[in-house]
């Protein structure tokens, strides 16, 4: 089984940054993909940045050039760097990771401020 433990959410001005960290830990043979979905109240959940086993990245159009997703191989963790954040952006921000399966964190709630 696998745990996956987030941090780094808050309250944030329209403007500001914040770095939202996921460390996986448990029974982690090996690791296809791990990332970042997000949902608003009232809004289907979706994925805003994901980063492969071989380092490609992609994100959701309405974060790029925003957001920097990056991992550290050696400690089974990603990080999700949130600048100019917009109030659209306030969300719960939920950590997955997919090898055989996928699993997921508890969510950390990001909220921008206007």
């Known amino acids: 089984q696998v745990q996956l433990v987030e941090s780094g959410g808050g309250l944030v001005q329209a403007g500001g940054s914040l770095r939202l960290s996921c460390a996986a830990s448990?029974?982690?043979?090996?690791?296809?993909?791990m990332g970042w979905y997000r949902q608003a109240p009232g809004k289907q959940r979706e994925l805003v940045a994901a980063i492969t086993r071989g380092g490609r990245v992609n994100y959701v159009d309405s974060v790029k050039g925003r957001f920097t997703i990056s991992g550290d191989n050696a400690k089974n963790t990603v990080y999700l760097q949130m600048n100019s954040l917009k109030p659209e952006d306030t969300a719960v921000y939920y950590c997955?990771?997919?090898?055989?399966?996928?699993?997921w964190g508890q969510g950390t709630q990001v909220t921008v401020s206007s």
């Open positions: 448990g029974s982690i043979f090996s690791i296809n993909a």
């Open positions: 997955y990771l997919l090898n055989e399966r996928i699993s």
